[in-house]
C-alpha cells in the first residue's frame, strides 16, 4: 500500500486557495489580514510551485463548508450549525468542521445572550448577584446591555455600571460556571487563555446607549462612590451639556440634522449657556420659532425633555463616528473641527 499523503498545513492551503483565487481577488483578502499574516502567506505562495488539481479542489471544498459554517453560526447559534452541519456533511465531518472554527474564530461565550430579547434576558439575571449580571453584560451587543442595564433597579445600575468599569479579566473557568447557572446551550471558550472583557471603555459604550435618566442615575451613584473612576468615565463620555464644548461648525453640522421640535424640548430644559450658544448658530427667524414653540408648549415632562436630548446626543455621537466632527475628550489640547 502506498504511504499516506502528507497533510498540508493551514498556511499550505490559504496560499493554495489564493492562488486559485486569483491575483485580483487575493488583492481583496489581503486588506482583511495583519501585516505579519500576509508575509508568512505571501512566502508560502513564492515556495508553492504547482497546485495539485485533487488538493486545489479539497482545499476549495474545505473553504466552502468553512463558509456555510460562519453562515450558520451567524444565523443561529453553534448548536444551529452543527445541526445544519451534520445533515448536510454527517456528525463526524460536521464535528470537525465546528470544533476548527471555534478554535479559530474564538466564538465568544453568552452567544445564546446576544440573540435573546433584552426583556426577556432581563427575566434571567436580574435576580442574580451584580458580578454575574455585569459578565453577562459585557458580552452582549451595545445596545442589548444598555436595554437591560435601563431596567434594573437604581441601585442595581450603579452597582452593575461599576463593576464593568472595573472588569479587566475572567478566567474561562468562571465564565463557564456562570454559563451553567444561567442553564443556556451557549457556545464554549475557544482556548484557555484569559477573555479580555469589561473596562472603562464597555461601560462608557452601554451609557452612551442607555436613556438619560439611567445615564444620570449612575454617573451621579459613582461620583459618590468612585470619584476617581466617574472622572475617567466621564471623560470618555458626551453628554448634552457638553455641546458647550463644541465650536460652531459643529454646532451648525449637528442642526442640519435635528428636528426642530427635537430642539425646542430639549432646550426647555437646558441651562441659559447652552440655549444661548445654540440660538447664535441658527438664523434669527429660525430662532423666534423655537422660542414661541417653547413658550406655547407649556410645561414638558423631564422625560421628554431627556429623550429629545438624547436624540440630539445621538446624532453627535454618530457625526463623530463618521467623522464629521470631532470631539475633545479629557485632555484639552484636541482640535474640535
Do not use: W
Request: charged share 30%; with cysteine.
Amino acid at each position: 500500500m502506498a504511504g499516506r499523503e502528507e497533510r498540508i498545513n493551514g498556511k499550505q492551503k490559504a496560499a493554495m486557495l489564493l492562488i486559485t483565487l486569483g491575483p485580483e481577488r487575493s488583492s481583496e483578502v489581503f486588506k482583511y489580514l495583519k501585516e505579519e499574516e500576509i508575509e508568512q502567506i505571501t512566502l508560502e505562495i513564492a515556495n508553492t510551485q504547482t497546485v495539485n488539481p485533487a488538493k486545489k479542489e479539497e482545499v476549495l471544498e474545505e473553504f466552502h463548508e468553512i463558509c456555510l459554517a460562519q453562515q450558520y453560526i451567524a444565523e443561529g447559534g453553534i448548536n444551529y450549525a452543527q445541526e445544519l452541519l451534520e445533515k448536510a456533511l454527517g456528525a463526524e465531518e460536521a464535528e470537525s468542521i465546528i470544533t476548527r472554527l471555534m478554535s479559530s474564530l474564538q466564538v465568544r461565550p453568552f452567544d445564546f445572550a446576544r440573540k435573546t430579547d433584552p426583556s426577556q434576558l432581563l427575566n434571567f439575571i436580574q435576580n442574580e448577584h451584580p458580578q454575574t449580571i455585569a459578565l453577562v453584560l459585557s458580552y452582549l451587543k451595545r445596545d442589548q446591555a444598555a436595554a437591560v442595564l435601563s431596567e434594573l433597579s437604581a441601585e442595581q445600575q450603579s452597582d452593575v455600571a461599576r463593576r464593568i468599569a472595573l472588569m479587566d479579566r475572567t478566567s474561562p473557568e468562571i465564565v463557564k460556571d456562570v454559563e451553567k447557572v444561567l442553564e443556556k446551550k451557549i457556545s464554549s471558550i475557544a482556548t484557555d487563555d484569559y477573555t479580555s472583557i469589561g473596562g472603562v471603555d464597555a461601560i462608557v459604550d452601554i451609557l452612551n446607549t442607555v436613556d438619560r435618566g439611567t445615564e444620570k442615575n449612575i454617573m451621579e451613584a459613582l461620583e459618590i462612590d468612585d470619584t476617581e473612576l466617574a472622572e475617567e468615565i466621564r471623560k470618555k463620555m458626551f453628554v448634552f451639556e457638553d455641546i458647550l464644548t463644541l465650536d460652531d461648525h459643529s454646532i451648525q453640522r449637528i442642526l442640519r440634522e435635528v428636528d426642530n421640535k427635537d430642539l425646542a424640548i430639549a432646550l426647555k430644559g437646558a441651562n441659559d449657556d447652552v440655549k444661548d450658544l445654540l440660538f447664535k448658530n441658527i438664523s434669527s427667524r429660525l430662532a423666534d420659532m423655537i422660542k414661541e414653540d417653547m413658550e406655547f408648549m407649556g410645561p414638558i415632562r423631564l422625560k421628554e425633555v431627556e429623550d429629545a436630548q438624547q436624540k440630539i446626543v445621538n446624532i453627535i455621537r454618530k457625526l463623530e463616528d463618521s467623522g464629521e466632527i470631532i470631539i475633545s475628550r479629557g485632555g484639552g489640547d484636541e482640535l474640535v473641527v
